[in-house]
């Protein structure tokens, strides 16, 4: 299985060394990691271009403000493979987890595989959004989640009219037209 990491940026300087670290450390290497660059007015996009030139397979697209949403549908359409992982830059993952990805793909032959992320709130006002929201425990979301192009075309895109919970709306989608979800 080849697999495309899709990842979109914003000022995201200080969260994508630490990311990319994570992500090319993984026991099973993705064949391509693509960040799209919403228009940073940081370092965000020279990051990219330095992990690039030192032979990481990362590459930068240019993107437009407006929402996660927008990233995500520009990297995927630009991704080389059928495999597509969604990422944010705010995440760590541990060194198995696109293996356990896979793992979870070959078992059940889903054509998506919903990861599980455990927020950790770094503000009161995280805090509370976390209290309210997830609690304390993982929960299964898009942006960790290993997806077939097949899907996409399905079922459609991420709405980029909408500047937050674009991932939420989407898995409604899914769900509707899957009925159920592997995790």
Known sequence: ???SIVIPALNEEAALPGLLEALLGQTLCPDEIIVVDA???DRTSDIVVQWAQSGSPVRCIKGRRGGCGIGRNIGIKAARNSWIVLLDCGMLPPPSWLA???ATHDQTGALAVFGMCQ???RTVFQLALCAVAWGNRPVPVVPCSLINRSVFEAIGYFREDLEAVEDQEWTQRFLGHFGSRSV
Do not use: H, K
């Open 39 to 41: 228009e940073s007015t």
């Open 119 to 121: 927020y950790i709130p």
């Open 1 to 3: 299985m080849r697999i």
């Open 100 to 102: 356990s990805l896979e």
